[in-house]
């Protein structure tokens, strides 16, 4: 089960920290760290909430896609499990 806020909003956070929790489903856990990708502003900040009417882009918070990627990457060899174009999207996309 994903916890997500509410049912209708989706947060960018909370998209990575379930990645780590699946990341014994490696296409889920990347797909969930790709989803907030097609809403970074054109100076690279990331939405803190969205879903398919509005981005909020108000608050503030630390980058968490590192932390996320760096937990999974003690685990797993993303070179040996993720395709190559979504490794190359993640990296210059976060």
Not at 20 to 28: G, K, Q, Y
Not at 30 to 55: A, C, H, K, M, W
Not at 62 to 90: C, F, N, Q, T
């Amino acid at each position: 089960m994903l916890v997500m806020i509410g049912t209708e909003i989706i947060s960018q956070w909370q998209m990575c920290q379930n990645a780590v929790a699946l990341m014994e489903h490696m296409d889920t856990a990347i797909d969930l760290l790709l989803g907030p990708l097609d809403r970074v502003s054109p100076v690279g900040q990331f939405s803190d909430l969205y879903n398919d009417t509005f981005t909020v882009t108000q608050f503030v918070k630390p980058p968490v896609h590192g932390w996320a990627i760096k937990s999974i990457m003690k685990r797993h060899d993303l070179l040996k499990e993720v395709p190559r174009d979504k490794l190359e999207l993640l990296y210059v996309s976060v």
